[in-house]
């Protein structure tokens, strides 16, 4: 594996960042998560546009136009020499001072990883996982907006580690009006009544790549699918529901705070529609 770091390469145990970096110390920067697939890495213009919206609204200067860094991703994937790969993007604040002023970092950093990952084994896409709704409530966008895909997941973390110790793969986040808002790192979707549905991205949701390829690929398949403000009793009484992100893919919920969803087996939509999407991914 081989990973870039400011302009060259190094081995994994080689590959190392200041310890007075503003990412590390106080996970000042933005990341994007990219996927790959038989040697063509996916959606790659509008994550690279992601990561810029989320540099520009923390004012963190990457110094080097869109363009550029586009052929910096494509150039470490091709060295890494993976078909199927996941690209880890990473622009952080750069090294400053111990105290927490950014305009001390003089030079952002940026690292790209090439590598793979698998979120979820074959029998939880086969069979669904179980989730529950976490007790922590998403970041309200009076304090954070959550769009800006930050270094900074501890929000995340936290309710990670409640699904965790519930003995469950993923946890639910409400926003801060009791709406549904997203998963600790994917998006979620339901179908009800035969109609595809997720939370708008006023919700304090992350806009997803695939959240949005979801809702392109239904579009064109004929799927009726809307963004829509959902609560607790909107899931529970779901005929369907999965998860989505570049991570995970698209991944069945079976079981949602102990209540079944649907007969408790990945439903007949959700499975035609990660057909679709894998077909899709393909073809591109």
Do not use: W
Not at 43 to 49: A, N, S, W
Not at 80 to 98: F, P, Q, T, W
Not at 236 to 242: G, R
């Amino acid at each position: 594996m081989k990973i870039y770091i400011d302009g060259k390469y190094y081995e994994k145990n080689e590959a190392k960042i200041s310890v007075f970096d503003h990412g590390f110390l106080y996970g000042d920067g933005v990341f994007e998560g990219i996927r790959a697939y038989s040697g063509r890495i996916f959606k790659l213009k509008e994550h690279i546009e992601r990561l810029y919206k989320s540099a520009k609204a923390i004012m963190l200067d990457i110094k080097m136009p869109p363009e550029e860094m586009e052929k910096k991703v494509l150039e470490a994937y091709k060295v890494n020499k993976r078909e199927d790969a996941y690209i880890r993007l990473v622009i952080s604040r750069g090294a400053g001072d111990l105290g927490v002023n950014p305009f001390l970092c003089k030079i952002p950093s940026l690292v790209i990883i090439v590598d793979e990952i698998q979120l979820y084994s074959k029998e939880f896409y086969e069979n669904g996982i179980s989730v529950i709704t976490s007790s922590l409530r998403r970041i309200s966008p009076e304090s954070f907006d959550v769009r800006i895909k930050s270094l900074n997941y501890l929000n995340n973390s936290l309710a990670k580690i409640e699904a965790a110790n519930a003995g469950c793969m993923e946890a639910i986040m409400l926003n801060q009006n009791g709406f549904v808002a997203e998963c600790t790192g994917d998006n979620i979707f339901i179908f009800s009544g035969g109609v595809l549905m997720t939370p708008g991205t006023t919700e304090n949701v992350l806009e997803g790549i695939t959240r949005n390829f979801v809702l392109e690929i239904a579009q064109r398949y004929g799927i009726n699918s809307i963004e829509k403000q959902l609560t607790q009793y909107d899931l529970y009484t779901a005929d369907e529901c999965f998860l989505t992100g570049t991570g995970a893919e698209l991944v069945p919920v079976t079981k949602i705070d102990g209540r079944l969803i649907g007969n408790g087996n990945p439903g007949k939509e959700t499975k035609k529609l990660i057909e679709i999407f894998h077909k899709e991914i393909r073809k591109r």
